[in-house]
């Protein structure tokens, strides 16, 4: 066991304010670095050191007991002496360094994560001193959303964060255990959406986001000067997945920004978000596409609800969802029948529109109920609610080789096979009112010879949203820009 004695060096004090590293790498030489989610009770008797956020202190006679937090994971130091003053004057979220020695408590810490073990503390220096009086209190931000709704109906005031001030003080709001969760699982999603994909065949790459043209059509862009001409940030990377296509890659996948500047004031529009886009050559049908769709987003939900129970647990904590039902083998529904359900529900929807948001919440429901799945494809929309570069069905031009996929009961999903013919997608642009001249490279891309192919798109942000019921794509956004946000 290590000793304060053993490790002080001549004029060297136990506690303090110390910010410069090689300082602290003296002061705290023979202490071990240490995982506070891997300190378990076989660690007791290690020397360790560990670096986290005071997240608080209570002090009792000459001792104080600091809850350190690294990440989501919590420990107890218990602090004796001159330093147990020093650590009561620790202002909440200070950065600091522990040395000391693992050590089994009395009985277990329940406010701590790691409740069976906690740190008799020899050395204990502060690296940087958060504010005194923080904006925005980390237990305050972290409290359950139904305790705050049920507290507010019953007239009764429950300290809490409003999403404004969340996202304001943003830094400080992600060290929630359920905002720390949030994000792990988004990572996982990423991860799992690259390995499916590389397990069938794609291969990752690039696009520009700086393009002379819009790539969905319409007037929704961020337009910039380039050096003296006009262009605009990328709506998505479509236009150059298809040209990569054409250029002998046969399955390509991205994972990328994209920008879209509508003035979408909802809970599920970013103007910025994180793309999960796919393009692959057709051999016979565009049902390939789906089948690719199926297996890649079944595998990532798999792999979420293997992987991440210790996360999704943390948000549920806080923002109670339940479990998303999907199938084995993801549910395929023509549009027509879909709008056939709903009309036998009593919704009035256009048959040859695209639906509202009511309408796809409502239809959720309704495969939901008919199906057990919350998770299925909506598939042949009808060709005048799709992009100009969608390929109508051969059998009924007014439909197309399109699908839609919801996730409990919105689209999270979008996919189609694609028009390779210059002719056609040169008249069907035209008729959505884009200047061909400024697709004119990706038109051109077609006249030298492109096989058949399709792919789809989805948001990041969204699928984590809805796989968690989170209710707000802003809480699965690092920094959301919204038409109303560009900070921090």
């Not at 809970?267 to 390939?288: A, K, N, P, Q, W």
């Not at 057990?372 to 009924?396: G, I, K, N």
């Not at 390779?420 to 004119?440: C, F, M, W, Y």
Request: with cysteine; net charge negative.
């Amino acid at each position: 066991m290590a000793s304060s004695e053993e490790h002080r060096e001549e004029g060297e004090e136990d506690y303090g304010d110390v910010a410069e590293l090689g300082a602290l790498r003296q002061r705290q030489a023979g202490y071990a670095w240490a995982d506070v989610a891997s300190l378990e009770p076989a660690a007791a008797g290690r020397a360790v050191r560990v670096r986290g956020a005071a997240q608080r202190v209570r002090a009792k006679g000459r001792m104080a007991f600091l809850v350190l937090r690294q990440g989501s994971a919590t420990v107890q130091c218990v602090v004796s002496g001159e330093a147990a003053r020093f650590a009561a004057g620790l202002s909440r979220e200070s950065a600091v360094d522990v040395a000391g020695v693992v050590a089994l408590p009395r009985e277990h810490v329940r406010e701590t994560t790691q409740q069976e073990v906690e740190i008799q503390v020899q050395k204990l220096y502060c690296i940087s001193r958060a504010v005194s009086k923080l904006p925005i209190s980390v237990d305050d931000a972290s409290q359950n959303e139904e305790d705050v709704a049920s507290a507010k109906a019953a007239g009764k005031q429950l300290a809490h964060v409003g999403q404004d001030k969340r996202l304001n003080y943003r830094v400080i709001d992600l060290r929630t255990p359920a905002n720390q969760a949030i994000f792990q699982v988004q990572s996982e999603v990423e991860y799992a959406f690259r390995k499916a994909l590389r397990s069938e065949g794609f291969h990752g790459f690039h696009t520009p986001k700086l393009i002379s043209g819009s790539s969905e059509g319409g007037a929704a862009v961020f337009k910039l000067d380039y050096k003296g001409q006009p262009a605009c940030l990328a709506q998505s990377p479509q236009l150059h997945k298809q040209m990569a296509v054409s250029g002998g890659f046969q399955r390509v996948f991205e994972v990328g920004p994209v920008y879209r500047a509508e003035d979408s004031y909802t809970h599920r529009h970013l103007c910025e978000f994180t793309g999960l886009d796919v393009e692959m050559t057709i051999r016979e049908d565009y049902s390939e596409v789906c089948d690719v769709v199926d297996r890649v987003f079944v595998a990532i939900f798999d792999h979420l609800n293997k992987n991440c129970s210790k996360e999704l647990e943390a948000i549920q904590r806080q923002y109670p969802f339940k479990p998303l039902k999907y199938l084995e083998k993801t549910l395929r529904i023509d549009y027509c029948e879909g709008i056939r359900m709903l009309k036998e529900a009593g919704v009035h929807v256009e048959p040859m529109g695209d639906l509202s948001t009511e309408a796809e919440k409502k239809l959720g429901e309704l495969v939901r109920d008919k199906y057990d799945t919350e998770f299925y494809m909506l598939c042949r929309y009808p060709s005048a609610v799709r992009p100009f570069y969608t390929m109508p069905c051969s059998d009924d031009p007014l439909y197309s080789y399109s699908f839609d996929v919801f996730v409990r009961g919105e689209e999270i999903i979008s996919g189609a096979q694609r028009v390779h013919d210059p002719e056609l997608l040169t008249s069907q642009a035209k008729a959505r009112g884009i200047d061909v001249n400024t697709i004119a490279t990706y038109i051109d891309s077609f006249r030298y010879g492109t096989p058949p192919h399709g792919g789809f798109g989805a948001g990041l942000e969204r699928v984590v949203m809805l796989f968690c019921g989170l209710g707000n794509i802003r809480k699965t956004s690092l920094f959301p820009r919204d038409p109303r946000r560009l900070n921090p």
